[in-house]
């Protein structure tokens, strides 16, 4: 509605500028030293893993989370329920075979601008391998101990088990038992009787049950270190001694009276048949 310029404008003062600053994130992690991975016996408790020296210098706090994985690989595991330091003390050893296992280092930093965690993952150990335990072998027994009927007070009632052996390189030992019954079950260990052959007592009449139990002893395995087998069980048994009959007199001698010279004094015993 103006008769001259029907526009006007005014400049301001330059201002000081619009400075955009970058973010700072929360720093990696840095990882000292790496877990290990190990080969343990099945059910052993040494299968320890860690990561050791992890640390940032922007004043964040680290956590951890072990994971598990079927293959070599850090990526695709599974989370570990519980695993969140930087020891994993206890990887299972009940399952024969290879596992392997990594951890995520996390840095949780709530002051910088940016992104407030960072991750940094482990080396992939070369897994826990569990071996299956290897037990002391069970001992072979080549010859059974054999039964025998002597009679009572005899000597030759020994007994003998032949040719136990083992190829684990153990040491073998043996332990003889008596028994009521016919059985290898419930016997009486016997004082003394450590030895391959056993001389058992023969001032009793009747019939004893023996048996030996052979165990391979071998400290060097990871599993059981003593294995045993019992040999067959056996009877000796002892008969009474039968002694000579005493003779029985039917008719005994008889006393005479005769003349100096007589040739009739004849004295005799009569016998008696049974």
Not at 57 to 82: A, E, R, V
Request: aromatic share 6%.
């Amino acid at each position: 509605g103006v008769s001259g310029n029907q526009t006007a404008t005014t400049t301001s003062n330059v201002v000081g500028g619009v400075t955009v600053n970058a973010l700072v994130n929360a720093e990696t992690p840095a990882i000292g030293t790496q877990p290990m991975g190990a080969t343990v016996n099945q059910g052993a408790t040494n299968a320890t893993l860690s990561v050791g020296g992890a640390s940032v210098s922007d004043g964040g706090i680290l956590s951890y989370q072990w994971y598990s994985n079927t293959t070599n690989s850090p990526s695709g595991g599974t989370p570990i329920s519980g695993a969140t330091n930087p020891i994993y003390a206890a990887p299972p050893t009940s399952t024969i075979g290879t596992m392997y296992y990594y951890v995520v280092v996390t840095n949780t930093n709530s002051g910088v601008s940016g992104n407030q965690t960072a991750t940094e993952t482990s080396n992939v150990v070369g897994g826990v391998t569990v071996n299956a335990l290897v037990n002391a072998e069970t001992p072979a027994i080549g010859t059974q101990p054999a039964g025998k009927t002597v009679n009572q007070g005899a000597t030759n009632a020994t007994l003998s088990v032949g040719g136990a052996s083992v190829s684990d390189g153990g040491t073998l030992s043996y332990q003889w038992y008596s028994n009521t019954t016919n059985s290898t079950n419930g016997g009486t260990p016997i004082s003394g009787a450590q030895m391959r052959p056993m001389q058992p007592p023969t001032f009793a009449v009747g019939t004893v049950y023996y048996y030996v139990l052979v165990t391979n002893t071998n400290s060097g395995v990871s599993g059981n270190q003593t294995a045993t087998e019992t040999s067959n069980v056996v009877g000796v048994t002892v008969n009474a001694l039968v002694n000579a009959e005493t003779p029985a007199i039917g008719t005994q001698p008889a006393g005479k009276t005769v003349n100096q010279g007589a040739t009739n004094a004849t004295l005799s015993v009569g016998g008696k048949c049974k």
